[in-house]
C-alpha cells in the first residue's frame, strides 16, 4: 500500500467507490459492497490525515457520482438544463455528498495510527456517523446507505432491532475485518464473517409482528401517464376517464377492499372537485388512495396558489368523510426552494412544475375503521426511516406513492423500492408501492418482493395483503444504534486526544 502515491492513490479511491454502486439495485451485487469498502478502507493506512481525506473525497466522488448520476435525468429532460450545466450540477451535488467521506477519513487518520488495529474497530462505527449525518443535515439525502444492499440477505434480519445504520455497521465491520484480515493475516479477524453470519441466521428466525384478523385485497394502478401531458387540460379528463374505468373494473371483477393510485394521480386541485367527481371516480364499498394537489387557499381566494401541499386523499367510499395526507418532507429545489432569496434564479431557470410546495407539520392517520390502517409516505418520504416511523402511529399496512418518472431510464426508481423494502423489514408491516412509471410492488412484512411490476407501461397489480400489528425495537426507539455509537466514539476520540496531548 505504500507504494500506491499521488494521483493513483485517489483514482483507485474513486474506483472503490463507483464500484460500490454495483452493491445497490437494479445490479444488487451485494457481495461488492464489503469489497469494494475494505479496499476504500487499506488505501487510508499509508498516508497522512490530509492525503486520506483527499482518497475519501475521491471515494465519494465515484460512489456519488455513478449512483446519483440519474439527477441529471431531471435537471436536463424537465428541466431544460443544458449538458454542460446539468453535468456540473450532478458534480457539485456528487461532491457535497462526498465531503461527508473526506471529513470521516480526515479524522480517522489523524486520531488513529495508520498501522493501529483500533483504526478497524473505529471504522465502522465513524461509517455510520457519517450516514446518520448525511440524512439530516442540510434536509438530508439518505441515498445509497451501505445497508440496503443487503436488504434480500440474513444481514436484514438486524432492521427491525437497530435499522438501516445497523445493518450498514455490520456491513462495514465486514468489510474493517476483511482489510484487518488481509494486513495483519489474521485468524480472528476473519471469524467475524461467520460470527455475523451465525447471529444473523438467528435474528432471522424472529418474527416482529403478528398478522392482524383482517386480510385486504389490495389493487394498485400503474398508468404510466407522460409528465408532460397529463396537466394539460385537454389530456387531463383522458386521465381521469382512464383511472374511473380500472378503478371499476377492480371493484366489479376482483372485489378489492382497497385500491391505490401513484403521487399526483388525479392532475387536479383537491379544491376542483365537487360530489359529483367522487360519486363517479369511487366505486362503492371500496377505499381509494390517490396522490393529488391540495391548495386550501383556493377557498378563500379563488386565484391563490400560496399555500400548495403535495397530497394524497382516501376516502372508505362515496358517502364516507375525505382523509387528506399532506406530504411533510418535500425535495430541495425539486419541491421548493430553500433560502429563496438566494435561490430564486434557480426556479425560474428550470421553470420545473410542482416546485413551490409547502411542508405539512401536524400528524395524519388513514384510517377505514379497524381493517384499514394506513401508513402513507409520498415520494422519498420513505427514505427518512425515522421520520417515517414517527408518523406510522396504528398503521398495519404501509404505502408509498410516487411519481419516478422524473428520473427516467435510470438507477433511482430501483434504489427507491430497495429503500422501501428495508422500511418493511425495520417496521415488520407489508409495504404497498404504486408509482405511475413503474416499478410498483408488494412487498411483504419480511421486505420480500411478492410482485412487481415492469417500468413506463401500464399495469395493474392485485393481490391480498395481510396487515401487521406489534412493534419492532426500531419503532419504538428510532435510532437508538446511532446514538450508541456516538457516545462510542466521543469516548474513543476523548481517549485519542488525551493520549496526544500526553
Known amino acids: 500500500m505504500n507504494l500506491i502515491q499521488g494521483w493513483k492513490g485517489f483514482l483507485l479511491s474513486v474506483m472503490s467507490g463507483a464500484a460500490l454502486v454495483l452493491a445497490f439495485a437494479p445490479f444488487k451485487f451485494w457481495f461488492v459492497a464489503p469489497l469494494s469498502l475494505a479496499a476504500f478502507f487499506l488505501l487510508l493506512l499509508p498516508v497522512s490525515a490530509g492525503a486520506a481525506a483527499w482518497r475519501g473525497y475521491g471515494f465519494g466522488l465515484g460512489l456519488y457520482g455513478a449512483g446519483v448520476s440519474w439527477v441529471y435525468v431531471s435537471l ?52 455510520i456517523v457519517f450516514e446518520w449525518l448525511k440524512s439530516w443535515v442540510l434536509t438530508g439525502f439518505p441515498w445509497l446507505d451501505i445497508g440496503y444492499t443487503v436488504v434480500d440477505t440474513w444481514l436484514a434480519a438486524w432492521a427491525p432491532i437497530g435499522g438501516i445504520y445497523l445493518v450498514s455497521f455490520l456491513v462495514a465491520a465486514l468489510a474493517a475485518a476483511l482489510a484487518a484480515s488481509l494486513l495483519y493475516r489474521s485468524r480472528s479477524a476473519m471469524l467475524v464473517l461467520p460470527m455475523i453470519v451465525f447471529a444473523s441466521w438467528l435474528v ?7 398478522p392482524s384478523p383482517y386480510a385486504l385485497k389490495v389493487g394498485v394502478i400503474q398508468a404510466n401517464v407522460s409528465i408532460d401531458e397529463k396537466w394539460e387540460p385537454d389530456y387531463r379528463r383522458a386521465v381521469i376517464d382512464n383511472y374511473r374505468s380500472v378503478l371499476r373494473a ?51 381566494e379563488p386565484s391563490n396558489f400560496d399555500e400548495s401541499y403535495n397530497a394524497a386523499f382516501f376516502t372508505c367510499g362515496q358517502t364516507e368523510p375525505l382523509q ?3 406530504k411533510r418532507h418535500l425535495v430541495p429545489f425539486g419541491e421548493y426552494l430553500p433560502l429563496r432569496f438566494l435561490f430564486q434564479w434557480v426556479l425560474d431557470y428550470l421553470n420545473l412544475p410542482m416546485s413551490d410546495f409547502s411542508a405539512w407539520q401536524g400528524d395524519q392517520a388513514l384510517s377505514c375503521g379497524d381493517q384499514i390502517k394506513v401508513g402513507l409516505s409520498i415520494c422519498y418520504e420513505d427514505a427518512f426511516a425515522n421520520e417515517y416511523r414517527q408518523s406510522l402511529g396504528a398503521a398495519t399496512v404501509l404505502v408509498n406513492i410516487s411519481e419516478d418518472a422524473w428520473f427516467g431510464d435510470s438507477f433511482a426508481p430501483h434504489q427507491r423500492l430497495q429503500m422501501a423494502q428495508m422500511r418493511a423489514r425495520e417496521l415488520a408491516r407489508p409495504m404497498v408501492r404504486s408509482a405511475n412509471s413503474g416499478p410498483s410492488a408488494f412487498i411483504d412484512y419480511r421486505g420480500r418482493i411478492e410482485s412487481i411490476s415492469g417500468q413506463f407501461a401500464p399495469a395493474t397489480l392485485v393481490q391480498y395483503v395481510q396487515p401487521q400489528t406489534g412493534t419492532t425495537w426500531f419503532l419504538r426507539f428510532g435510532n437508538w444504534f446511532v446514538y450508541v455509537m456516538l457516545a462510542l466514539l466521543g469516548v474513543i476520540g476523548l481517549r485519542q486526544w488525551a493520549r496526544r496531548a500526553s
Open 76 to 127: 436536463s429532460t424537465f428541466g431544460g438544463m443544458p449538458l454542460w450545466m446539468g453535468s456540473i450540477a450532478v458534480l457539485g451535488f456528487a461532491s457535497l455528498l462526498a465531503g461527508f467521506i473526506a471529513v470521516m477519513s480526515y479524522l480517522v487518520a489523524r486520531l488513529f495510527p495508520a498501522r493501529s488495529w483500533y483504526r478497524f474497530l473505529v471504522l465502522p462505527v465513524i461509517w
Open 204 to 210: 432471522n428466525m424472529v418474527d416482529w409482528s403478528e
Open 250 to 300: 377492480l371493484k366489479d371483477q376482483q372485489k378489492v377492499d382497497l385500491v391505490v393510485l401513484p403521487e399526483t394521480a388525479i392532475p387536479m386541485h383537491l379544491q376542483y372537485l365537487d360530489l359529483g367527481f367522487w360519486e363517479s371516480l369511487v366505486p362503492q364499498g371500496t377505499a381509494v388512495l390517490a396522490g393529488v394537489i391540495d391548495t386550501p387557499s383556493l377557498l378563500t
Open 324 to 326: 387528506v395526507y399532506r
